[in-house]
């Protein structure tokens, strides 16, 4: 693994450029580096293709900082109101973005655009090239992981989480999916301030929107939790749908996907140390979710919309009507036969296989319970319509 220095070094010489922006990145670069050489145990195909990944992300944001400095008037485009999508992994969240990604008013990011912004969209004329580029990965996820897409729905032109857009700050749970990072977990959890990597997410919409019509954006990152302080002074005006799933369930069949995941990228992954690191993560960024909300309905603010895993399994397009008349905002004819087509071509990919028993990955479920016991409480409130 390539010390940080000769990364960045690399991402001059690709690019041509040298501005980075600010440098609030590096102190997640250096450790993630670190990481990498000292900890991941990576394969022949990790230690050509996440090397690779690090120089992408950051000569992205050298031409980030590239487009700004000849057109600032992009940092005058407005991101009002987002609608983000938050809960833990495994909740529908995913299967929720697509479906939202059918409504022809509405933004969502992605997946050829977040992993690469720039040029910015608006600027190329015809078919962008980049969605060839994005119809390769998925072929080689298929190739190398087949159950990966059985798992997550992906496409090329589909909706993508917000995780590229953090990783571009190298604050991200984007890339201990992709390897056993523990250094760099632990400074992530504990001391990242992410201020600075969701004000660099604005700062990429922005730019992904300009010279396009207005539409307000759809996001998502079941990571959020984690960070809601953080990115609440970012997108103050932001609302949020939440899904919710019994947390036992979720924490197995997230820990078999990262395992999944990074078995792409090294031989050597060890389940049980997956299994640690997400209930750590995600029980953690559950009790900070609870407070943000607690603080925000407390001054009266209604952001919140929930949904019921089950519910949305049982009936999709009913929920996202729910979820529109919360918003306040149409359900078109279009935007509703679009969502019952997604939902029913996506059938036929849709996992089916089951998990590994909750002993591979350490996990005890009579553990689980009481560390999401407030959060559990509170679905059938939130959810009882």
């Not at 145990?41 to 293709?49: D, H, I, K």
């Not at 990115?231 to 999944?260: G, K, M, N, Q, Y």
């Not at 050597?268 to 407070?291: F, I």
């Not at 560390?371 to 679905?379: E, M, P």
């Amino acid at each position: 693994m390539s010390p940080h220095d000769e990364l960045l070094s690399a991402a001059r010489e690709q690019t041509g450029l040298d501005d980075f922006g600010d440098d609030s990145f590096r102190e997640g670069l250096e450790l993630l580096v670190r990481d990498l050489r000292d900890h991941a145990r990576l394969n022949s195909t990790g230690q050509r293709s996440i090397p690779a990944l690090l120089v992408q992300l950051l000569g992205q944001r050298l031409q980030i900082e590239g487009w700004y400095r000849r057109h600032p008037e992009i940092d005058d485009e407005p991101v009002t109101a987002p609608l983000i999508g938050i809960g833990l992994p495994r909740t529908g969240s995913t299967a929720l973005s697509f479906l939202l990604a059918e409504d022809p008013n509405a933004r969502s990011l992605r997946r050829w655009e977040a992993n690469e912004p720039c040029p910015p969209p608006g600027t190329v004329q015809g078919e962008d090239p980049r969605i060839e580029t994005g119809k390769a990965q998925i072929a080689e996820i298929t190739r190398l992981s087949p159950r990966t897409l059985s798992m997550v729905p992906g496409s090329p032109t589909g909706p993508m989480e917000c995780l590229p857009l953090l990783g571009l700050s190298f604050a991200s749970h984007y890339f201990q999916a992709f390897a056993q990072v523990p250094n760099y977990s632990r400074w992530l959890l504990h001391d990242a301030d992410l201020s600075a990597a969701y004000a660099y997410e604005r700062r990429v919409l922005k730019l992904l929107q300009w010279r396009r019509p207005a539409k307000p954006w759809r996001l998502k990152t079941p990571s959020h939790l984690l960070w809601l302080d953080h990115l609440d002074t970012a997108f103050p005006d932001a609302r949020f749908v939440w899904t919710h799933r019994d947390p036992a369930a979720v924490i197995v069949s997230v820990a078999d996907l990262c395992t999944e995941v990074a078995g792409r990228f090294s031989d050597d992954v060890d389940p049980k140390a997956m299994g640690a690191l997400n209930v750590e993560h995600w029980s953690t960024g559950m009790a900070r979710a609870l407070a943000f909300r607690e603080k925000s309905e407390a001054r009266g603010a209604d952001r919140f919309h929930d949904i019921d895993f089950r519910a949305m399994q049982q009936d999709p397009v009913a929920e996202v009507r729910r979820l529109y008349a919360w918003l306040g905002e149409p359900v078109t004819e279009a935007f509703a036969d679009g969502m019952a087509a997604w939902w029913e071509e996506s059938a036929a990919h849709r996992e089916r296989a089951g998990h590994p028993e909750p002993a591979a990955f350490g996990i005890e479920p009579d553990r689980i319970a009481p560390l999401f016991a407030d959060y559990t409480a509170r679905i059938p409130q939130w959810t009882r319509h």
